[in-house]
């Protein structure tokens, strides 16, 4: 017998999203030191291999750890500020002065409950496009177990067509780059493995040519994402033709920077000729359907993503932010999947398979990490997630994709796995003191909200005695 660190017996169904995408009906996973050593059928495993520690997967599904692409771990404080609000109202009266609020303790408590609510969800690893405090996101991801890259978030340019930035958010070009290598020099670099680092710049209307250039530069020297939103409502799309006679995705390929590096959130509003830029350079994109939805963007309405995935582009999913409700993958698989097959009055677009590989295996490759994460298989880190499927929602289980992703929420996640670390064990986080952290939140927002506006930015309708 081979003993190892770890090993879960009895698992209903193990959805590898491997290779061949397997689906083994009874299996076991062995785990040692991180890694997944074996996976296969139950009865088989346990004759190899004896568990330090053996956890019984009965009445579970197992899936690889979600990899959410997109969320601001800054914003997670910004629930209830962001309401009914267009695209410009959006940014520049709700989410741009609520960051330019925000001190380092109030990031880290923002940080710490992101990855703690997407850790709750079954989500392993998480891509953050960047806030003026990474530092302080570190210090509060790193308590909590989950695998994040961070970036810090670069503007230089004040106006642009769609408003003016806070001061405390713009910096001249040369401070901006100076201080994003800081943090690809801090974090870029082997030795945290549950840590990475990217170069971000926020969107194409208030950064300039040579910020883009020198991130993209930064990008390369680290072997790094670049990341950027981009073509996320028709006002950034015109925006930019407005000042650039260009779309946003027309500029980044005048610039030569789109290559499978780069990290495009969004891309909901495209021309036909960004849809063969595109298809051409291939990028990663990221869908996040609650933002377009909570904000009505259009994204699904005018999106071409199912469209970019048949021409073989790397399509993942990005929660984005607390401001739009949900951060839950599970259900934004399912937006995904189904806002696409209503706006285009087509069942067959977006099967649960292509949802599931998007939050999967799509995740990893768009976070340059499908040697590491991505599906469950032999020689991978053991980023694991087991759904305890003893519950209404995932009766009858004949198709566990299809209840995945179409009937389940991330409220039926039991025990995660990061790295073979168990971080989350019978829907509790077993390193983060939750009560504790539930305590800090209304002192964080008492802080921040004193540069405020509340009474404008809140849309409490009805009245409270
Ligand atoms: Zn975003």
């Known amino acids: 017998m081979q003993t190892v660190d770890l090993l879960i017996v009895n698992i209903d169904w193990l959805i590898t999203v491997d290779a061949d995408r397997r689906i083994i009906r009874d299996a076991a ?15 088989e ?13 009965r009445r579970t599904v197992a899936a690889p750890g979600f990899i959410d692409c997109h969320l601001h771990s800054s914003f997670q404080l910004s629930r209830g500020l962001a309401d009914e609000a267009n695209a410009q109202s959006f940014l520049f009266d709700r989410m741009y002065p609520y960051e330019a609020a925000l001190d380092g303790d109030d990031v880290r408590i923002s940080a710490t409950l992101a990855a703690a609510e997407l850790l709750k969800h079954g989500v392993t690893c998480f891509v953050d496009p960047g806030n003026y405090h990474p530092e302080a996101s570190v210090e509060g991801i790193m308590t909590t177990g989950i695998r994040a890259i961070v970036s810090r978030s670069s503007f230089d340019l004040t106006k642009s067509v769609l408003g003016i930035l806070p001061e405390r958010m713009i910096e001249s070009t040369s401070v901006a780059l100076e201080r994003a290598e800081a943090v690809l020099a801090r974090y870029a670099k082997p030795g945290n493995p549950r840590l990475g680092a990217s170069a971000s710049f926020r969107g194409l209307n208030n950064a300039s040519d040579e910020l883009i250039l020198g991130l993209d530069k930064l990008a390369r020297q680290y072997g790094t994402l670049l990341q950027t939103h981009a073509c996320f409502s028709y006002s950034t799309h015109d925006s930019s033709v407005a000042r650039t006679g260009m779309a946003e995705i027309e500029r980044l390929e005048a610039l030569g920077v789109i290559d499978e590096r780069m990290l495009i959130v969004h891309s909901g509003w495209l021309e036909p000729e960004e849809v063969a830029i595109l298809a051409q350079r291939k ?5 996040a359907p609650s933002s377009s939805l909570h904000n009505g963007y259009g994204n699904f309405l005018f999106g071409k993503l199912p469209e970019l995935l048949a021409l073989g582009v790397n399509v993942a999913i990005g929660s984005d932010h607390a401001s739009s409700g949900i951060v839950d993958m599970s259900q934004e698989i399912r937006l995904a999947c189904c806002c696409y097959k209503e706006t285009r009055i087509n069942p067959r677009v977006m ?3 292509t949802g599931l590989e998007m939050a999967t295996r799509n995740g990893a490759k768009a976070a340059l990490l499908s040697d590491r994460i991505g599906s469950i298989e032999v020689g991978k880190d053991a980023d694991i997630v087991l759904f305890d499927t003893a519950r209404p929602e995932w009766q009858p289980l004949i198709n566990p994709v299809a209840n995945l992703v179409y009937s389940a929420t991330g409220d039926s996640v039991r025990d995660v796995f990061v790295a073979g670390e ?5 829907g509790r986080l077993t390193k983060v003191d939750e009560a504790k952290l539930y305590d800090e939140i209304p002192i964080a927002v008492a802080r921040f909200g004193k540069h405020l506006k509340l009474d404008q930015m809140v849309q409490l309708r009805w009245p409270v005695s």
């Open 29 to 43: 996973i062995a785990m040692n030191e991180g890694s997944i050593v074996a996976i296969g059928k139950s009865a």
């Open 45 to 57: 495993l346990t004759k190899i291999f004896s568990g330090k520690r053996s956890i019984d997967g």
């Open 283 to 287: 990028p990663s994109l990221v869908c």
């Open 351 to 353: 099967p649960p398979e």
């Open 422 to 426: 168990q971080v989350v064990a019978g």
